[in-house]
């Protein structure tokens, strides 16, 4: 059974930062595109950076400058690290790995972990 295990999330105030950690079932993790998305209320799901086996990464416009997505393939865990969080930046972030050949609607998601920043 694949598990991706979210963490790091709580409460912070504008400017500072958070790290988010996804332990991820070391069967797919060397196989898959890993990514952080996140849902604020009332709004659609969006990506906020995706990192592939090779270490490419891509991010969401609002987040590129101030967020880091990493990857240790010895730990099977992703990682997010935030900076100059913004009240905007509140929401769940989930945690998803997908196969390369498919999308990442397809792929397998973590709990979701809370994200809010105060101003």
């Known amino acids: 059974q694949v598990q991706l295990v979210e963490s790091g999330g709580g409460l912070v105030q504008a400017g500072g930062s958070l790290r988010l950690s996804c332990a991820v079932s070391?069967?797919?993790?060397?196989?898959?595109?890993m990514g952080w998305y996140r849902q604020a209320p009332g709004m659609q799901r969006e990506l906020v950076a995706v990192?592939?086996?090779?270490?490419?990464?891509n991010y969401g416009d609002s987040v590129k400058g101030r967020f880091t997505i990493s990857r240790d393939n010895a730990e099977s865990t992703v990682y997010l690290q935030m900076n100059s969080l913004k009240p905007e930046d509140t929401a769940v972030y989930y945690c998803?790995?997908?196969?390369?050949?498919?999308?990442?609607?397809?792929?397998?998601w973590g709990q979701g972990t809370q994200v809010t920043v105060s101003s």
């Open positions: 070391r069967s797919i993790f060397s196989k898959t595109v």
């Open positions: 990192i592939t086996s090779g270490g490419s990464t």
């Open positions: 998803n790995a997908h196969y390369s050949s498919s999308s990442f609607r397809n792929g397998y």
